[in-house]
């Protein structure tokens, strides 16, 4: 079965440093690869996703993200943080002839004005 | 991208009860889902929606407790049944287009059982 590890589960940042959230996954084969965000009291939001072709994926809000197919890596970065960046941040995948996505803990991320 | 609403957005209940959540899609969708949100954890899908057919659920899941109706391909509801504390959570519906799309998540109904 499908496995997605994100390694950071609580990541605290003042503004304007730099981001970097981990994001491995366990398949082999073809995958699709996603970011969701989810603000406090708000509904998961797709930040950004990865099907096929440059691997390195620019999402909403500065995001972005590097497909890294031979470590198994989707990680997700942003250069510089701002407090409205507080929110849970969850990686997820598709593959193996799935096409539900296997989701992973999720990432906190607070940041301090 | 689906707009997916949820109704209600939360509830307080008594144990033994049971809630019915509704979930509205703005756009006909191949597949609907419904997921469980547990504080601090991931999200743990309970089931796939299927339209005219029950529905798909997975390990751990079962009918009797989690039963869902899926009349047509906008709308679908979850009702956990005989409820226990630990039945307290967020109860997410979600929607895919296609079975290569995104999945579009609805707001969420957090329920907490007295």
Redesign the interface.
């Known amino acids: 079965a499908q496995s997605v590890s994100q390694h950071n589960h609580h990541v605290i940042l003042s503004e304007a440093a730099s981001l970097e959230l981990g994001c491995n996954y366990s398949y082999g084969g073809t995958v699709n690869l996603f970011w969701y965000v989810q603000y406090p009291g708000q509904h998961l939001q797709l930040l950004l996703k990865y099907f096929s072709g440059d691997p390195l994926v620019k999402g909403i809000k500065g995001f972005e993200a590097e497909f890294i197919k031979s470590k198994f890596s989707f990680n997700l970065r942003k250069p510089s943080v701002q407090w409205s960046d507080t929110a849970e941040y969850f990686c997820a995948v598709t593959g193996g002839g799935s096409y539900i996505p296997t989701f992973g803990r999720g990432t906190s991320l607070i940041v301090h004005p | 991208?689906a707009v997916i609403s949820q109704k209600p957005s939360r509830d307080i209940c008594q144990r033994g009860t049971s809630l019915t959540i509704q979930c509205q899609v703005d756009s006909q969708v191949t597949?609907m889902?419904w997921y469980r949100q547990q504080p601090g954890?991931?999200?743990t899908?309970i089931a796939?929606a299927n339209q005219g057919s029950e529905a798909t659920y997975e390990s751990g899941f079962v009918i009797d407790k989690f039963p869902i109706s899926r009349p047509n391909l906008t709308f679908s509801t979850l009702t956990v049944s005989n409820m226990s504390p630990e039945d307290s959570s967020i109860y997410?519906c979600s929607a895919?287009s296609t079975?290569?799309d995104?999945?579009?998540?609805?707001?969420?109904t957090r329920l907490t059982v007295l």
């Not at chain 2, 995104?102 to 707001?107: D, E, L």
């Open positions: 991208s597949m889902f954890q991931s999200l899908l796939t997410l895919q079975r290569t995104t999945q579009y998540f609805g707001p969420g």
